[in-house]
């Protein structure tokens, strides 16, 4: 079994369109351009960024200080000091505002915690609530129940769901039951 095999003519030839020298100087130019521009951009940014640097600095000097000033965002300058009085010390005013502060957070904390207990309670007594409203719709079936068993017995009629005896156990149970109420056999 002989098959030949037949093999393509000789490859293609690829022709690869290589932009010219003008090209490539003006790919390259506007490159440079755009890297310069985000340069620039990067420049102002970190500028910005120092002199946003230097106004924190400065405000968390003041408030170390134990000074109330505000800086506004859109100026340099910082507002006028806050009046205090001077018969308090700052670091004894700092000390209560300590205090004050960590009183607020003990008090909320507290709070959220009689808030944690407080929504489990309710939700116990929710559930206390549902297994109650079972059970008394349980007791109303049983009563229901009762109530027509009584029923059903004051007039005579067989108990529903109860065994009633066929006219052939009463045939066979009779010799018995009469022998036992004569001579005084339990039933």
């Known amino acids: 079994m002989n098959t030949t095999i037949l093999f393509p003519p000789a490859p293609p030839t690829l022709k690869l369109t290589r932009p010219s020298a003008d090209q490539w100087v ?5 490159e440079r351009r755009r890297l310069l521009e985000d340069q620039e951009a990067l420049r102002e940014r970190e500028q910005n960024l120092r002199n946003y640097e230097a106004r924190l600095r400065v ?5 170390e200080a134990g000074r109330t000033t505000f800086v506004p965002a859109s100026s340099g300058s ?4 806050a009046v ?14 300590s205090s004050g502060w960590e009183k607020l957070h003990r008090a909320r904390e507290l709070l959220e915690a009689e808030q944690v207990h407080l929504r489990e ?3 116990a007594v929710r559930d206390q609530e549902v297994v109650l409203k ?5 007791v109303a079936v049983r009563e229901v129940q009762l109530t027509e068993r009584e029923e059903a ?3 005579g009629q067989p108990i529903a769901g109860e065994h009633t005896m066929t006219v052939v156990t009463r045939l066979t ?15």
Do not use: C, H, Y
């Open 26 to 30: 003006a790919t390259l130019a506007e």
């Open 84 to 97: 205090r009085s001077t018969s308090r010390v700052p670091f004894a005013e700092a000390a209560t505002l």
């Open 153 to 155: 017995m004051a007039s």
């Open 78 to 81: 910082a507002a006028p000091p």
């Open 59 to 63: 405000l968390q000097e003041e408030i």
């Open 134 to 138: 079972r059970r008394e719709a349980a």
């Open 173 to 187: 149970r009779g010799p018995f039951d009469l022998a036992r109420s004569v001579f005084g056999g339990k039933k």
């Open 121 to 123: 309670d309710r939700q």
